[in-house]
């Protein structure tokens, strides 16, 4: 099965090589798309070598910077593979776990995987931040009946069945709250897998903040209590 590996990237022109590099060593048939929504460092230059050196990589360049929900969205228009896979660009989540997160849609058990930051090893996250992933976690298996420990993790794997059978509407990071709403009103079982995470601070490029907090909060509050016929109008339709 091949596997589509979506990279948003926005100004991460210092581990972008090394997150290509791994990738491209992992031993799986896969296709990279890789987002470029509007970097203001040496991304462009980065990825027009790329393209040049790797025939098979779909470049894609926003001339705004819309967000990473909405990079995603033009990388799923992209998409080939019958795996879909989100990766960032920063090294925060190691590449090599990717083979862990896509195995249990390749052997058939389920539709959709996360690779959980809390049942593997997480280093240096702050405590904010842990407080903050730990309640969208609760906050999921409250509003939807499925027990999730890491709802916030950006290792998301979907089979193309179901990612392209919603339509997404987010513009920045409500990206995970959004697609795990729609995917588990849509009665799928989520596999969490063990992943290793290393998170970094704002100072060394971290974007997301608190005020991503809230509109998580909003976002799986929104489509937990959205209409079913709203809800179900929207399905089959395409993602950009």
């Known amino acids: 099965m091949k596997t589509s590996i979506i990279i948003p990237i926005y100004n991460e022109e210092k581990f972008l090589p090394t997150v290509l590099q ?6 799986f048939e896969k296709e990279l798309i890789l987002v470029n929504d509007c970097s203001q460092d040496k991304t462009y230059e980065i990825l027009c070598q790329e393209e040049k050196e790797h025939p098979d990589t779909i470049v894609i360049h926003h ?7 909405f990079a995603i969205r033009s990388g799923l228009a992209k998409a080939t ?10 090294l925060e989540y190691n590449p090599e776990d990717i083979i862990k ?24 996250m702050r405590l904010p931040n842990l407080v903050a992933n730990k309640l969208l976690a609760w906050l999921v298996s409250l509003l939807y009946w499925h027990r999730l420990t890491d709802e916030a993790t950006a290792y998301k794997a979907f089979h193309r069945d179901v990612i392209f059978s919603v339509r997404l509407e987010c513009q920045g990071f409500e990206f995970c709250p959004e697609i795990t709403a729609k995917v588990l ?6 596999i969490e897998v063990p992943i290793s995470y290393q998170a970094r601070t704002i100072e060394e490029g971290k974007k997301i903040g608190w005020k991503d907090f809230v509109i998580a909060v909003k976002t799986l ?6 209409p079913r ?8 339709t395409r993602n950009i």
């Open 22 to 27: 791994q990738i491209r060593q992992l031993p």
């Open 63 to 69: 001339i705004e910077n819309y967000g990473k929900g």
């Open 81 to 90: 593979g019958e795996i879909i896979i989100i990766q960032d660009a920063d």
């Open 185 to 190: 009103r849509l009665n799928e079982n989520i």
């Open 221 to 226: 509050l929104k489509y937990r209590f959205q």
């Open 229 to 236: 016929k709203k809800f179900y109008n929207e399905l089959g």
């Open 101 to 124: 997160v896509i195995n249990p849609i390749m052997e058939g058990k389920t539709k959709v995987s996360y690779g959980s930051r809390f049942l593997g090893t997480e280093k240096n």
